[in-house]
């Protein structure tokens, strides 16, 4: 085979393997993005059920110092109606109490159930924290062994940057030009394999004349995508 047409496949391994490891690095800064924007999320959610176990235990102490009042009005009506002087203080002042002891039962009420939630939401609470410390400390594992791939894959793809840029010295300055302005195209291929005679960069069919061109190891570009050719067989 051509000489130059050799050069030109090995350049291109380099830039499929670049283009391959370059893509690895993607995926690898997506997971970590998504691990960090989870743990973000978490840790949000986690401190509003904070807020709110707080606002509920500060309500129930509000709750609980108005229950002392109620058992104070409670003592001090009865007071009053064992000195009721006539049928008419003795009437309004066991309504008052009805009213208030009523009042005093709505809070008890809610008091028990305020406990009851606060003991429940500490206890899930708790649980939940301790589950998002154990995946944190999981994701952290795995946020660093991402991160250590991420640096060699870098370190992959500078030493491959290099030996692309030493090998195009060895083609020859017109091939050199539009060999490595190729490489920047979007699939990163300057060099494609005609398979059955056709192109593998456009899947358009290459004339037989040119097949018999690259088959004989003459530097040939497919006239419809305009990408160097060698061939497959
Ligand atoms: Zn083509």
């Not at 002392?68 to 008419?88: F, G, M, R």
């Amino acid at each position: 085979m051509n000489k130059e047409i050799t050069k030109m496949e090995e350049l291109q391994r380099y830039i499929d393997a670049l283009l391959r490891e370059k893509s690895e690095i993607d995926t690898a800064q997506n997971s970590i993005k998504r691990m960090k924007a989870d743990h973000e999320t978490a840790s949000e959610a986690l401190a509003i059920r904070d807020k709110s176990l707080k606002q509920l235990k500060k309500l129930t102490s509000i709750l609980e110092m108005k229950l002392k009042e109620l058992d104070a009005s409670v003592a001090h009506i009865s007071e009053k109606l064992h000195s009721a002087q006539n049928e008419k203080e003795l009437n309004a002042g066991t309504n008052e109490l009805a009213g208030v002891n009523k009042e005093k039962g709505d809070v008890e009420e809610e008091i028990l159930l305020n406990f009851e939630s606060i003991s429940a939401e500490e206890k899930s609470l708790a649980s939940d924290k301790d589950a998002s410390v154990n995946q944190n400390e999981v994701d952290k594992l795995k946020i660093e062994e991402l991160t250590e791939r991420i640096a060699r894959l870098e370190a992959f793809i500078k030493e491959k940057e290099e030996k692309f840029k030493t090998g195009l010295l060895d083609l020859s300055p017109p091939v050199r030009s539009r060999f490595s302005k190729l490489v920047q195209s979007k699939d990163g291929k300057a060099l494609v394999k005609i398979d059955h005679g056709v192109c593998l960069g456009c899947n358009n069919n290459v004339p037989p004349h040119e097949v018999s061109q690259v088959n004989a190891g003459v530097v040939t570009t497919c006239t419809n995508c305009g990408k160097y050719l060698y061939s497959g067989s």
